[in-house]
């Protein structure tokens, strides 16, 4: 789930990007190695700054993804508990005589 999320945020992303600079994400690093900038002290600050970013991105979506698991968990368990309160309340206590098929009159006997 984490990966298809980070997927649309990419799209996204580079949409974003391209409607900013006019170029694709995917041509700017070749245009980086093409034009020897790659030592380049405020790039590297860009790139630092987008790790980090992107890092703290991850880890906010594997928390949150951690806690939908969870709460799914907890949703399973109360509806299964609910259903077994249900059955319970549902079944008819039985007697020994209905037990042994015996009618009532018979019963009264015992």
């Given amino acids: 789930m984490i990966n298809a999320i980070i997927k649309v945020e990419k799209l996204k992303a580079d949409d974003i990007f391209f409607n900013k600079t006019g170029f694709e994400e995917e041509d700017v690093e070749p245009s980086i190695k093409e034009l ?3 030592e380049d002290p405020e790039l590297k600050a860009i790139i630092d700054e987008f790790a980090k970013k992107s890092a703290e991105f991850l880890e906010a979506k594997k928390d949150e ?5 969870q709460l799914a968990k907890d949703i399973q368990e109360a509806a299964k508990k609910k259903k077994e309160e249900e059955e319970v309340a549902k079944a008819k206590p039985t007697t020994p005589a209905e037990l042994l098929g015996m009618d009532t009159s018979a019963a009264a006997l015992f």
């Fill in 36 to 38: 020897g900038i790659e």
């Fill in 65 to 69: 993804t951690a806690k939908m698991i």
